[in-house]
């Protein structure tokens, strides 16, 4: 599993006063906390304000960068910003999100394939109005985002696609959705990853934290090998471990006994 | 979910001195918690000593009886002692256990029959030497059970099948195996329902309660139905409810909701 540590999140009210404040101590205590429970990126996105968006998300960076070597994944939707934050990045970052918007893919995909970055994909559209509902919608999308790559010379394994997961409480099939648009993904872009936020299943409803990580066993079980999530979340990292036990992905049991050991505090 | 509750069970020393001791109380205390808990059938299991398993179990009824009117499964391998029992009790019972050997299936199909008990049906052959390795193995011994049952005239519902799950400590390919023949199972009889033990699958294993709650959840989503369970298992339980949340079996997250404004203290 790939983890996109997901705390540093300027449209979070207590990120936001962190940054406001110029609080680095904050800042560099969450990173250095998700880098030592094993996030293999730190997200940062700092806010939507294009007043200040991009002077925050290099102070952002330049704190994470003070006190952890993870590498970074840049959150915005601002092809400006993004471009200043990978001159400041000191290794291969990711890029969280492109869609399928033509008009996002012609500015984001010439220097995602300069850079060799990694890019997060939406299965969704956003010069189309509304979320896609069915399986179907989000692998037309996803057939004209890796059509772009592909034609720009973008490997398959660079894409961490994010099928859009949507909360039960509203559409009572949304988990089976998800299931088999993450097996459908899985199965037509086996190079590729598949990765999201867990929270949005839960949305809702009391006791999300239970819904979530049942919802990452299931979802492994069909393909996801990424998640944007808090890496220092124990129930769900043992949910994680014991899945992959389960799946035979863990010869001799020797990640989840010395896992078990460790109490689960990091990620295998 | 039809819940089979496993406590009461002579190979356990605590329920054996129970039974020599003749300690009612304790007896009667376990069948209510989980008939309480919502067990849809209570396994009783005297134990192997063939000079007192039938009196031993009789008396087990009795003292379930006393208390709750959760139908009884009957466990047992010797065919006198399951007559005499089935006299015993007030509704129609489970019977635990058949499997492929013929001369079982002889002993046993005619008053399964007749009394229209469900029965649990293990993927083995005990006239073999032992356990069956592969899917393949065990959907051939399923073969030979389901043309017996079939010949009598029992319905394919009544059967319980169970796939046999092996600890991921000794076969790391155990949990896939499982996920593998319950699928297949389901595909060949999908009016039978599967069900089995929990406990083999972490045998070996530290934190065995979050290997067996993860099994569930992937079982469940490959079809299945029922388990040999401690009904009171609160942390198993939860996982349960938010496994058929997110399979799409929940109208309106009702049943996910009211459990968990219950503590998930009652299985559903």
Redesign the interface.
Known sequence: MIFIGEKINGTRSIIKDAIIERNSEYIKSIAVSQAESGADYIDINAGTDPDRETEDLLWLIDMVQSVVDTPICIDSSTPGAIKEAIKKVNKTPMINSINGDPKRLEDFLPFIKEKNCSVIALALDESKSGMPKTVEERLTVLESIFKATRKIGIDDDKIYIDPLIMS??TD??A??VA?DCIRQIHEAYPKAHITGGLSN?SFG???RA??NR??L??AV?AGMDSAVVNPSNTALI??LY??E????R????RK??VA??NGFTVKK
Not at 245 to 248: D, I, Q, S, T, Y
Not at 250 to 253: A, E, G, I
């Open positions: 039960v409480a009572q099939s988990g089976i299931f299943i409803l009391p006791n239970l819904i049942t919802f066993t299931l079980a043992e949910s014991a899945t036990l389960l799946l035979g863990d010869k001799f049991c989840y006994t078990s050991k």
